[in-house]
């Protein structure tokens, strides 16, 4: 089937099989890397990308259903070579062990701010309750969210 | 991992919906959101030849006030719901359920439909919408009809559907005046979870306290959510006090019929409708949530 959308902030229009979904057509189809498969059943979030500003699982959505829609995925947080504010706070506060969750978390955290700019702690922690780090340090990623909440430091 | 394959089709009205599912007779299934389908899919638990995509079809998708009924469509997602300015003013007990459906981003993708047709017993808008009378709207080949929603739940992950039929709309009746309400879950491990024993409760007191109004609705009680009437006929023109509130836990407790499964054991569930139960009246009572 043909299909036609936004991706991080550029029209794209290409083919995939029906039963794809979002995460087939990222990795596979389109060869974007950073949105991460973890358990396909929609219960990590390891694979959440942004559709219209909302989180989905990119994993449970059949791609049909995006068209039409922006999609915004890890590699189009940074732009024109800077790194989205969400990315300079993990990296310098350490918000990552092994990494496999933080793409998702990422962009659930970036979900947040887009709706709700000055979030507490609570908010933080609920907004991320979808996205499992199995290195457990969910510390100092709620810190950076909340860091970028605060503004430039 | 990919899904086993299956042909999509995409109908823009809710006719050619129909008219895809009654043509493809049985071998189709309809896909709303895919949060319950899709994982089922990618389980093996069911192996689709066709979907039949609900996601173009416009008017299914509005919320509207209809003559103080609130008309839900069956693709408004739980994200719409709950970011409803007039359901969050006028439908206080539903907002609050939905907002505690899974995750943000299942809420997202996730249909008040899907939810429903999906018949699960943990669901959280479901007893919130017994607390409401809701009535599910269907379309079929031989024309719609309205399910109560006290009917529509006909056993484990069984809904009222005849082969072919499409939850179409919930119609939600309004909050009574004064009306005092709440939903809560618990859930056996972590946030996201279905709850393992979900309660909403909406109840209306006079100025003596005494209960003019008591509707409780259940979710993970019994093989389908359920209202807790036995709990609501204690409740009922009764002053609520502590003894009270602990006499309607303890009946929601005896006529619920709870399973068990990996989240808890069905004596457990019913200890939790007990504690549940009476925290949220005492809690609705004293205002205090």
């Known amino acids: 089937m043909n299909l036609a959308f936004t991706l991080n902030g550029r029209p794209c229009a290409t083919e995939a099989p029906e039963h794809w979904t979002v995460l087939d057509l990222l990795r596979d189809g389109l060869s974007l890397m950073g949105t991460k498969y ?45 790194l989205d504010p969400l990315q300079r706070a993990f990296a310098e506060r350490g918000a990552a062990q092994c990494g496999f969750c933080t793409p998702g978390i990422m962009l659930a955290a970036k979900a947040l701010l887009l709706e709700n700019s000055a979030p507490t702690a609570h908010e933080v922690r609920e907004a991320l309750s979808g996205n499992l780090c199995r290195c457990t340090g969910y510390t100092k990623i709620v810190e950076a969210v909340l860091a970028v909440a605060a503004g430039p430091n | 991992m990919r899904l086993h394959p299956f042909g999509l089709l995409e109908p823009e009205s809710l006719s050619d919906a129909l008219d895809a599912v009654t043509r493809l007779d049985g071998e189709a299934r309809l896909v709303a959101g895919g949060t319950a389908l899709i994982p089922m899919i990618r389980l093996g638990l069911v192996k689709p030849d066709r ?75 479901a007893p919130a919408l017994l607390c409401h009378d809701a009535e599910v709207r269907v379309a079929g080949s031989n024309g719609t009809r309205a399910i109560p929603i006290n009917r529509f739940f006909r056993g484990f992950y069984e809904a009222a559907l005849e082969p072919g039929e499409i939850v179409t709309s919930i119609r939600v009746s309004p909050t009574p005046t004064g009306a005092r309400s709440g939903y809560i879950k618990f859930t056996s491990r972590s946030a996201e979870d279905k709850p393992l024993v979900g ?30 009437e036995g709990a609501e006929r204690v409740l009922s023109r009764e002053a609520l006090t502590d003894a009270v509130a602990r006499a309607a836990a303890e009946a929601a407790a005896l006529e619920a019929e709870p399973l068990s499964d990996l989240m808890g054991s069905a004596d457990y569930r019913r200890e939790m409708i007990r504690v549940w139960v009476r925290r949220l009246l005492v809690a609705l009572r004293d205002g205090t949530r």
């Open chain 2, 51 to 125: 979907l039949v995509s609900l996601h173009r079809v416009p008017e299914l998708a509005t919320i509207r006030i209809d003559g103080g009924t609130l008309e839900l469509g069956a693709m408004a997602t739980h994200a719409d719901i709950e970011r409803s300015r007039a359901v969050r003013d006028g439908w206080p007990l539903l907002a609050e359920a939905v907002r505690r459906v899974a995750t943000p981003a299942i809420r997202t993708s996730g249909t008040i439909g899907g939810n429903l047709a999906y018949a699960e017993a943990a669901s959280d808008p």
């Open chain 1, 38 to 82: 973890g358990c396909g059943e929609g219960v990590c979030g390891t694979c959440t990308v942004l559709a219209d500003g909302r989180p989905i699982r990119a994993c449970l959505v059949l791609a049909a259903h995006v068209r039409g829609r922006a999609l915004v995925t890890v590699e189009g947080l940074e732009a024109d070579g800077r």
């Open chain 2, 199 to 228: 309660v909403a409760a909406l109840i209306v007191l006079d100025p003596a306290g005494r209960c003019t109004d008591a509707r409780i609705g259940l979710g993970g009680a019994a093989p389908t959510p359920i209202r807790a």
